[in-house]
């Protein structure tokens, strides 16, 4: 399993490079297959280096405590059932994001 697919992202995870371009074109084999297409510009390869530091600064954690105080203080909040399993299925671009709970 390399692929996770979600409205409209597909994320394909390899463990090198090698490997990367045979799974991308898999999927893109199969996309063409069933007549779906991507959009190259607004694909990423290798997006992030693990050297890369990640920077939270005071912006982003204020938006951040924020968001926990909008959604902790819903008017609407129900406890989920215990005794299932939880997903959380989310997704994001540059003008929002959205998260379900399943």
């Given at each position: 399993r390399?692929?996770?697919?979600?409205?409209?992202?597909?994320?394909i995870y390899?463990?090198?490079?090698k490997?990367?371009?045979?799974h991308?074109?898999?999927?893109?084999?199969?996309?063409?297959?069933?007549?779906?297409?991507?959009k190259?510009s607004?694909?990423?390869?290798?997006?992030s280096?693990?050297?890369?530091?990640?920077?939270?600064?005071?912006?982003?954690?204020?938006?951040?405590?924020?968001?926990?105080?909008?959604?902790?203080?819903?008017p609407?909040?129900?406890?989920?059932?215990?005794?299932?399993?939880?997903?959380?299925?989310?997704?994001?671009?540059h003008k929002?994001l959205g998260?379900?709970l399943?």
């Open positions: 390399f692929v996770i697919v979600f409205i409209d992202d597909i994320l390899s463990k090198n490079r490997e990367h371009e045979g991308l074109k898999l999927i893109l084999k199969l996309l063409k297959e069933e007549e779906l297409y991507a190259f607004k694909c990423e390869f290798w997006p280096k693990k050297s890369v530091k990640f920077d939270w600064g005071e912006k982003a954690e204020a938006a951040f405590q924020l968001l926990k105080q909008k959604l902790c203080s819903a609407i909040l129900a406890l989920p059932e215990g005794s299932k399993n939880f997903v959380v299925y989310c997704d994001a671009s929002g998260a379900v399943m």
